[in-house]
């Protein structure tokens, strides 16, 4: 019984949120509250068993240890005086606090992971004896890609000449080709979902497909 409850209730979700292909309605917006709200409180519950009661509540008020986890604490309740305009400005504390780790944090990994790899994807032989051709095309494509794109970005001469001239112009090829190779990667993922969900209402609801 309860499957099929549930069943039901993800087709008429489906559903309300397919009407949006004609125009906006409130049958839209109920399915899109529900899932902000779920969503929402999912987030919630997950957060505190599985971070502020480990990290917070049992070491601090359980067990009186680590109690200089009350500092963070006390700078995560400051969020809360969003809600209140004449204490509002205490809540830049904690999202400075969050901005300066995150981006402190997340500069190294993206280091690694879109410059030095970028870097050592571009320092590749060009020929290795006893490979096939496409490899060594492959890897001339790749260094003379990288080299035309930072050609592009290179603003400090005017884009003239041989060098500089056909070399930013091949930059723009190449970095419209990685703009399109995106697009298309983002394209895949969303057609991926619907043919997920139409499968879902054929199948799992209506039982036309088997």
């Known amino acids: 019984m309860y499957e099929t409850i549930g069943?039901?209730?993800?087709?008429?979700?489906?559903?309300?949120?397919?009407?949006?292909?004609?125009?906006?309605?409130?049958?839209?917006?109920?399915?899109?509250?529900?899932?902000?709200?779920?969503s929402l409180g999912y987030t919630i519950v997950i957060t505190y068993q599985r971070v502020l009661y480990p990290r917070l509540?049992?070491?601090v008020f359980l067990h009186?240890?680590?109690?200089?986890?009350?500092?963070?604490?006390?700078?995560?309740l400051l969020y809360v005086t969003?809600?209140?305009p004449?204490?509002?400005?205490?809540?830049?504390?904690?999202?400075?606090?969050?901005?300066?780790?995150?981006?402190?944090?997340?500069?190294?990994y993206d280091m690694q992971a879109y410059i030095l790899r970028q870097i050592q994807a571009t320092l590749i032989p060009l020929y290795t004896p006893g490979a096939p051709w496409y490899n060594t095309l492959g890897a001339v494509v790749i260094v003379l890609g990288t080299l035309a794109g930072l050609i592009y970005f290179f603003f400090s001469k005017p884009h003239k000449g041989p060098f500089f001239g056909f070399g930013s112009k091949v930059g723009i090829w190449i970095i419209m080709i990685g703009f399109g190779a995106t697009f298309g990667f983002t394209v895949m993922g969303r057609i991926s979902l619907l043919i997920g969900r139409v499968q879902f209402l054929l199948s799992d609801w209506l039982g036309l497909l088997h």
């Open 64 to 76: 009186g240890e680590s109690l200089v986890l009350i500092v963070p604490a006390m700078l995560g």
């Open 57 to 59: 509540v049992e070491p």
């Open 86 to 108: 004449r204490i509002a400005w205490l809540s830049r504390y904690p999202m400075a606090f969050l901005l300066g780790m995150g981006m402190g944090m997340a500069f190294p």
């Open 82 to 84: 969003r809600f209140f």
């Open 7 to 38: 069943l039901w209730v993800a087709a008429i979700l489906t559903l309300a949120v397919f009407s949006f292909l004609y125009k906006e309605n409130p049958l839209y917006r109920f399915a899109e509250h529900v899932v902000v709200g779920s």
